[in-house]
């Protein structure tokens, strides 16, 4: 059969995405630019025009073998298409019932990059010794779960892998026929006799030509096979095609949450649809995006391939462990099911499906294989003040000066790279920071802390000494010939980035941070150990570079390209510099690193940020959304650039900002260069003040947002919780990504971020009193679903508790947290409907590992009614560690805990100084520590929790019942 073909290849390059002020699109690749992402898209648009399509994959039966013992098998697989490839699967059920699926090319041409989880998981997963396989005719399957309710089911013609649960598909791996692995091949062989080379030009656009004989599936041209040139630069492709398709579908969830990080909703817009914002898949390529779009499925600095699939009936999830340029498109065929389509340029399958089926228990089994976010130094939770640049030791002090003048609480100064001379990171400018030691003493002497940039890019100078050891030890990224150091442009200039996939890398650079001197070695003996690290453009960004990074076609350690690794990338150096924190103390304190690149798994090294964001509306918004993605994908320890990175926003705007900021997990300002100076007391009455009582707020509740990251720590449970997270069978509340609750404390906040604003709604997702944490309003949800109107004027935060819950706080304000330690608590309880409400509080020492030999404070906190019908209250406070043996599972080891350890007696005169009780039924008779004196209390009246009308709740404030945080006590309040 023979077939005219028009080459387009060149008509496509002319097509790009709309250009907006600022962000360059030019700069970036569209899918239609990326040859492996064209094919992907053509594979798939061939198979919705063709009704008898049929997947080429299929396992070949004679191959399955079934390992004895543990529920995992292998087999070959072959394609159709190539008969003499060889594919081999892997099929493992963990002993949590996730199931990982590997697929790979067999005795090929080369080795495809199969290291990509190594990097991501904490260590390699248990399998289940309990399932078992069963090999029929037309597949392999295994039933397991508390009630058999999961199945798997691996097909063998075509190959095909499903999760059921209850006899209903939720992930179908192939299920739309679009698995393809692209073999490695050469160039000679990959051309059959009268196919078209790819890369002629438009003269020869008419040219008739023979057509392939697996046109069918992988097109009738070569497109982008063996070179591709964008914006100037040429990727030489020396392996050849050897992307990878794969769809996922969920046929029974109608949204999908996840792939982090792009500047858009929690609840993933549909991408094949008519919408021409979302016209291109979603992108994960870290990438270093000058003026990013506040809407768009671009990829930003980081990429979590974990994607969430919901319904009111289950969550599953999966992790798909690929460091490549990924693209994935995302649809929905009915409003109750999705279709994905991830094409990725190079790797393995590696894919792990998580059955739920809750979404905690997706967070737990995520946890169990990339690890949990670890537990922050506790002054890390406070509030950050950063600028490009504060100029001098000078500037530091004098800013830190002021906020102590205007009584606004900071716990952390940040230095961006103009501290260091030439951009060389770690040495000072002298003529500007002459003392910085000394400028860093002033700043601890309020417990403060100091943050300070180092970037991966070195400066190719010799006499920058970090450099040079990194050029002698041999451990600078490669060029594409991997013999010559790669040389790009960066800050520094001509720079070198060092190869951390490298291990002769590892120990060298954790020597850096030293104070002492190493004798011949280098090491930063201008440091103190409260100067902590921001690991900044570690995509890599590099000026001069393909989309602002490496050339794909470098070389790094292990012979791997950079297109193979470049996701995984950025996440080696906050690891490394974590380590290099910890090693530098004896005894270790907690590191803080923050990053701007991430991967699965980065969670265990520090915090990320949303990066270069706009001083707009729609930014703030977005930061939001950004926010909760990376939490459900294990980043929780996340925030975007108060005030907005570019831009002078107007008071108004900073104070929304500041609001945002305070209940993001992480807590930052930060300004570029050429915006006008924004410290908060920089402005005029009345929105100083307003900023101050935000910033004081932050303090308030640190005792919260401690506890919070303290459950991350354990299970894996993201400190910030969007509402299909806590309610899981509410549908009005899938998409919402605006408002969202702090961890479990009960606590739900919807930040205001639009101008002008008075009031606004929230949801509740149940028949639930919630009342407004300032005013104590009762606002009453209901079972369907009810939308209140909640005051939030510029001074007010729309910010409810739960009724239910208990919270802790600490309401002394001062100027940085740690000189908060010995500060009394005070309880607000939060009564529900029936008179019931819980909390806890997590503790310790906030800067050490202590906590893992079990220094810590850990109460719960219940209040509830001694009878029935009684309306008499009982507040008891207990020790949580003794009741929770899932604490073993990190950090707390049961064996080792004692509730009288040297932590909780170093607060033993820690007490709680005063308790709000809102929704009493009555006023009370008495109020009495369990065998004590009468307290002090004072009621107001107000509608009960029980009643069903809003209204001002009633109110007790009992006065200084002094009883110990460290404690058990009870305290009655008779009604
Ligand atoms: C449709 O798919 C089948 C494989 O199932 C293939 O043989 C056939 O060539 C395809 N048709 C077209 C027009 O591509
Ligand atoms: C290095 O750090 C240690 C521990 O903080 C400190 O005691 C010492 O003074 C520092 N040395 C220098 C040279 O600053
Ligand atoms: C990164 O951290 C993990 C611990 O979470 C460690 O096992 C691993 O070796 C580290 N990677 C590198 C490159 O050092």
Known sequence: MVRPVIFSGALLLLLSIPTSLGFKSQDFKTCAQAGFCRRGRALASRAQDNASWKSPYSVDSSSISVSSGEASFTAGVKSSLYPDVKFGLDVRIH?????????????????????????????????????????????????????????????????????????????????????????????????????????????????????????????????????????????????????????????????????????????????????????????????????????????????????????????????????????????????????????????????????????????????????????????????????????????????????????????????????????????WDKKMFPDPVDMMHDVEALGRKMVVIIDPHLKRTDNYPVYKEASDLGVLVKSKSGDAEYEGWCWSGSSAWIDFFNPGAWDWWRGLFKNTSQGDKWSWVDSTESTYIWNDMNEPSVFNGPEISMPRDNVHYGGWEHRDVHNINGMLLPNLTSQALVARSDPPKRPFVLTRSFYAGSQRFGAMWTGDNLGTWDHMAVGISMVLANGIAGMTFAGSDVGGFFGNPEPEMLVRWYQVGAFNPFFRAHAHIDTKRREPYLLDEPYRGMLRDILRLRYTMLPIWYTAFHDANIYGIPVLRPHYVVFPKDEAGFSLDDQYFIGDSGLLVKPVVHKDVTETDVYLAEDQVYYNYFSHYAYRGSSKGKHVTVPAALHEIPLLIRGGSIVTTRERPRRSSPLMQRDPFTLRVALDKVGYAKGQLYLDDGETFSHLEGNIVWRQFVAEKTAKKSKTIRITSSDLVSQNPDAAVEGVSLTKYDPLNAFAKSVESVRVEKMVVMGLGGKPKSVRVDGGEELVSEFTPGVAAEGKKEGAASVLIVKDPGVSIAKDWSIVIEV
């Open 95 to 427: 002993d949590d019932g996730v199931v990982r699926v590997r697929m790979d090319e067999v005795d090929g041409l080369r080795k495809r990059y199969d290291e990509a989880a190594s990097w991501a998981l904490i260590a390699e997963p248990k399998l289940s010794r309990e399932i078992s396989w069963t090999v029929g005719k037309k597949d392999v399957r295994a039933v397991y779960g508390t009630k058999k309710e999961n199945e798997v089911v691996v097909s063998l013609e075509p190959l095909r892998v499903s999760l059921l649960r209850n006899g209903k598909e939720q992930v179908v791996l192939n299920g739309r026929s679009l698995l393809h692995m692209e073999h490695y091949r050469t160039k000679e062989s990959s051309r059959p006799e009268g196919t078209p080379e790819e890369g002629l030009d438009e003269d020869d656009a008419q040219v008739v030509v023979q057509v392939k004989p697996n046109a069918w599936f992988e097109g009738e041209v070569e497109d982008g096979y063996w070179e591709e040139t964008f914006g100037g630069n040429t990727d030489t492709k020396p392996k050849g095609p050897e992307s990878l398709s794969l769809d996922i579908t969920f046929p029974n969830h109608g949204h999908v949450y996840g792939i982090p990080q792009h500047a858009t909703h929690l609840d993933l817009p549909t991408t094949t649809g008519e919408d021409p914002t979302y016209s291109d898949p979603y992108r994960l390529w870290n990438s270093d995006v000058f003026e990013y779009l506040a809407s768009s499925p671009v990829s930003l600095y980081g990429s979590i391939p974990v994607m969430h699939a919901h319904s009111a009936e289950s969550t599953v999830a999966i992790f798909n462990a690929v460091a490549s340029d990924t693209w994935i498109d995302v649809d929905h065929p009915t409003l109750k099911s999705t279709n994905t389509h991830w094409i990725s340029e190079s790797g393995i399958l590696d894919v792990f499906i998580m059955p739920g089926p809750t979404p905690d228990d997706i967070f737990k089994q995520y946890a169990k294989l990339t690890g949990t976010s670890a537990l922050p130094a506790h002054w890390a939770l406070g509030h950050h003040q950063c600028r490009w640049n504060y100029i001098s030791t000078d500037d530091v002090r004098s800013v830190q000066q002021r906020f102590d003048e205007h009584d606004m609480p900071v716990d952390v100064f940040w230095l961006d790279i103009e501290y260091a001379e030439e951009h060389k990171y770690f040495i």
